[in-house]
């Protein structure tokens, strides 16, 4: 079989009393003592807890029944098992109590150690469970049942008789273990894999099932003893906010070298005292909560009531906002912005880009929407006239201008695009700029109400089909002086012009 990345360890000892220890449940979750012991501090590693029980449980009865089934050699007796041998192992929740807390210590430790001190096997569920046994794998993965799987790869080397190390797969089909409990802690603050899940066998009868649920993130107290703090490691670490108006949340962090093997970012979980080198710019309470008021650099201290201390700088960017524009960008020069920043009350100014004028884009002036028909900047520019904000039953006089100044650019409005104002049933009077050329297709279509139309331009070419139609049956279009013969023949039938319409 393929070898997975692992370090296994096994220690099968016997039942040994110890004292209770709480089970209490909370954001930062206990371990077994509720005071430090001498010589000893709380620390927290950050993680979560990882349940998947029941497939668990099948996975190990299904290693056991194996077992049985095709006679392994029964650890305790060094006979074969058999099938009448198979007992269904159980769920203690005691057991689950135990492996959660020694899973955390396990990930700093990976040992069959304590960071206290304390010899594993001491330590009791809160409703008297112990175990004999225990059994540890880590890995990348994060599955309770892979540290499973890692403890099955042993079977080879038990039933050859190898010699290695095979602890781990007899705990799990030694027929005398009726109860389990698993412990998966998957954190980032471990000593080489995130992922530790820790076992626990025991022999007792009648111990409670109850199967505890995963813990999406929490912090693991853990019992430390002084001496494998690592002086040099203090830190500040957490939620850092970046500016003014903004919280976070800081911890003292501390690291730690267990014979060899180092853990750093570990929680202080003693009385942390926090101070601020300008509490006007940023404020830390006793619980690390720290308020950005201000800008620039504040250093933060956390002193331990150990007496060691740890110092950060951080640095809060000015909170500008989103700034209020004091002189609007044209398509000829730019514009400004000035921001006030919301902490320290400072200023700046940027300028704003000129506006870029597009082509065949539609731009709001006032009521009405022109679209881009030549973006020359000097005088030459054209729109066309294609929308209005206002609606269609609330228009009833309308005057469509020379030019419009859009961007601080002006432009000759020079078409009137389709279906404008088609069906505009309140407007009744139109008078057109002086520079129209086109009039589009349906653009006064079914304007029912519409007496009067005033042409000022001299230049119309082209009226667009049906563009009066259903106009008001005597309405009067008058034209410039001169036009009245040319502008009749651009209102033919095709347009709507009825012969009781009057062109002046």
């Known amino acids: 079989m393929k070898k997975k990345l692992m370090f296994l360890l096994t220690f099968v000892m016997m039942w040994i009393w110890a004292v209770p220890a709480s089970a209490a449940s909370k954001p930062v979750l206990p371990t077994d003592v509720s005071v430090p012991s001498k010589n000893c501090i709380f620390l927290g590693v950050e993680g979560r807890y990882i349940a998947d029980i029941q497939n668990a449980l099948n996975r190990i009865n299904q290693i056991r029944y194996e077992a049985c089934r095709e006679g392994v050699t029964n650890p305790n007796t060094g006979t074969p098992l058999q099938k009448k041998d198979y007992v269904p192992i159980k769920w203690s929740s005691d057991l689950e109590y135990i492996a959660r807390i020694r899973a955390a210590e396990s990930s700093l430790?990976?040992?069959?150690?304590?960071?206290?001190?304390?010899?594993?096997?001491?330590?009791?569920?809160?409703?008297?469970?112990?175990?004999?046994?225990?059994?540890?794998a880590w890995n990348w993965s994060s599955s309770m049942t892979y540290g499973i799987d890692q403890w099955y790869e042993e079977k080879a080397d038990w039933v050859n008789n190898t010699g290695e190390v095979t602890g781990h797969y007899t705990s799990m089909i030694d027929p005398a273990n009726r109860y389990v409990g698993l412990g998966t802690f998957y954190s980032e603050n471990a000593a080489m894999w995130p992922n530790t899940t820790v076992g626990e066998f025991s022999g007792q009868l009648d111990l409670d099932e109850a199967k505890g649920k995963s813990v999406p993130a929490c912090i693991q107290t853990v019992e430390v003893d002084r001496k494998y703090l690592l002086s040099n490691t203090y830190g500040i670490s957490g939620t850092i906010p970046k500016k003014t108006g903004q919280t976070g949340s800081l911890a003292m962090t501390v690291g730690i070298d267990y014979n060899g093997t180092r853990s750093t970012g570990l929680r202080l979980l003693s009385s942390v005292t926090w101070s601020s080198s300008r509490p006007a710019a940023a404020a830390v309470d006793a619980n690390g909560t720290i308020r950005v008021r201000g800008c620039g650099a504040v250093d933060i201290t956390?002193?331990?009531?150990?007496?060691?201390?740890?110092?950060?700088?951080?640095?809060?960017?000015?909170?500008?906002?989103?700034g209020t524009v004091t002189k609007q960008s044209t398509a000829l020069k730019t514009g400004i912005r000035k921001y006030t920043c919301s902490g320290c009350k400072a200023s700046r100014t940027e300028k704003i880009p000129v506006y870029k004028l597009r082509k065949g884009r539609t731009y709001t002036v006032g009521s009405f929407k022109y679209k881009l028909t030549n973006a020359n900047l000097k005088g030459k520019g054209t729109v066309m006239l294609v929308g209005t904000t206002v609606n269609r039953t609330a228009l009833k006089s309308l005057k469509v201008p020379d030019t419009v100044r859009i961007r601080g650019v002006r432009f000759k409005v020079t078409a009137l695009g389709s279906r404008v104002f088609r069906g505009f049933s309140k407007l009744s009077s139109a008078s057109i700029g002086k520079y129209v050329k086109i009039i589009g297709t349906d653009t006064f279509r079914n304007c029912k109400s519409l007496k009067s139309i005033r042409i000022r331009s001299r230049s119309l070419t082209k009226v667009g089909k049906n563009s009066i139609r259903n106009i008001y049956k005597k309405a009067v279009i008058r034209v410039p002086s001169g036009?009245?013969?040319?502008?009749?023949?651009?209102?033919?039938?095709?347009?709507?012009?009825?012969?009781?319409?009057?062109?002046?």
């Open 109 to 136: 430790t990976m040992h069959h150690s304590r960071l206290n001190n304390k010899i594993w096997y001491e330590l009791k569920g809160p409703k008297g469970g112990q175990s004999c046994a225990e059994v540890i």
């Open 302 to 322: 956390a002193r331990a009531s150990t007496g060691a201390y740890a110092k950060r700088r951080l640095t809060f960017a000015h909170n500008w906002g989103k």
């Open 483 to 504: 036009k009245r013969s040319s502008y009749k023949k651009l209102f033919n039938g095709s347009t709507g012009y009825q012969k009781r319409i009057r062109i002046r």
